[in-house]
């Protein structure tokens, strides 16, 4: 026979079928452990020694042969027509991941994801807990049209900014607003202060914003505004300007008990026994001064004091110029 499957002796006339399906009845040319027929041509039976260890029968121009995994997987690129089922097990000594979309979960447990190169161009990331440095190298986190929010647990704790260079500049927190068509009075910067309402519902019941007083070039100036709820409607408590002029709100509805008007005399005692005799009680009881909220010590309401500064002003004017009638109704000496 031309083949290389034939038989193992040279037998005269016709063999029987026993004979031919004898187990030591045929052989292959240089036959060995693990050796493979197929069908070389039409006509044509051929051997194909057995691969090397963990090597992957393929075929190849028609034929088959022996491929390495690391050929298969290279066959295997960019031909999968479904997603692969690993069967739980994992991938190891990974190189890289080039050009590669995830459209599920990455799920690495309690393992990392390490490279000085990691990149995520995109997408959802989401429940990421870090226990290193994130390095943003000069880039921005976009929150699009929502806050960007931070999370915490514990009271009084936040967001800190940490300078990790000496010198005599600190650490800063700014807003920008990148407006082509910049104009007085617009805001740059604001912190509110927000919570609850009794009802439950959010609700933002301070803020302080820095703001534009003059946008024109070389001669750009700011300026500073203090803002309270008052009866769930904003009100301009305090304004700082541009040159330091600070303006309070003047109607800050005081209250009975505090003096709007320094007219009477008695005031005007009671103004000058709670300073000469730090009698602070007594400063306490027209709305000059308030007991601070934690620790020792007053503070001082400005317009409780201009109020009554101005009324002091007033009533000198009145009593000089009682003084000066009485002065002129005085007889002359001829």
């Not at 240089?30 to 051997?47: E, I, K, N, P």
Request: aromatic share 6%; with cysteine.
């Amino acid at each position: 026979m031309a083949d290389e499957f034939r038989h193992k002796d040279v037998v005269s006339g016709r063999i029987t079928e026993n004979e031919f399906e004898n187990v030591n009845q045929h052989i292959f040319n240089s036959q060995a452990v693990g050796d493979l027929l197929y069908a070389s041509g039409l006509t044509q039976l051929s051997r194909l020694g057995i691969g090397a260890a963990d090597t992957i029968l393929s075929s190849q121009g028609g034929v088959p042969t022996w491929r390495t995994p690391a050929q298969i997987l290279t066959d295997l690129s960019g031909q999968a027509g479904a997603a692969f089922d690993w069967g739980g097990q994992n991938l190891t000594n990974l190189g890289s991941l080039a050009a590669h979309s995830l459209a599920g979960k990455l799920t690495g447990g309690a393992q990392e994801i390490e490279g000085s190169a990691f990149d995520i161009n995109g997408g959802t990331m989401a429940g990421v807990t870090l226990d290193g440095t994130l390095t943003l190298g000069g880039q921005a986190f976009d929150a699009g049209a929502v806050d960007a929010q931070i999370n915490t647990t514990g009271p009084w704790t936040g967001l800190l900014v940490q300078l990790t260079a000496d010198g005599p500049e600190g650490a800063q927190i700014g807003g920008y607003v990148d407006s082509a068509s910049p104009a007085n009075d617009d805001a740059l910067l604001g912190i509110l202060g927000k919570g609850k309402d009794s009802n439950g519902d959010a609700t933002t019941y301070a803020s302080y914003q820095l703001q534009i007083e003059n946008a024109t070039h070389t001669t750009e100036c700011g300026k500073q505004l203090w803002r309270n709820k008052v009866n769930n409607a904003w009100n301009d408590c305090m304004k700082l300007s541009s040159l330091g002029v600070l303006d309070v709100d003047a109607s800050s509805g005081l209250g009975a008990a505090t003096v709007g008007e320094f007219d009477e005399y008695d005031d005007a005692m009671i103004l000058k026994q709670g300073i000469s005799d730090k009698a602070l009680e007594k400063l306490e009881e027209i709305g000059v001064l308030s007991r601070k909220d934690s620790g020792s010590g007053w503070m001082l309401n400005i317009q409780a004091m201009l109020y009554l500064l101005a009324g002091g002003v007033y009533q000198n004017r009145a009593r000089i110029d009682d003084i000066n009638s009485r002065i002129l109704a005085l007889p002359q000496r001829s």
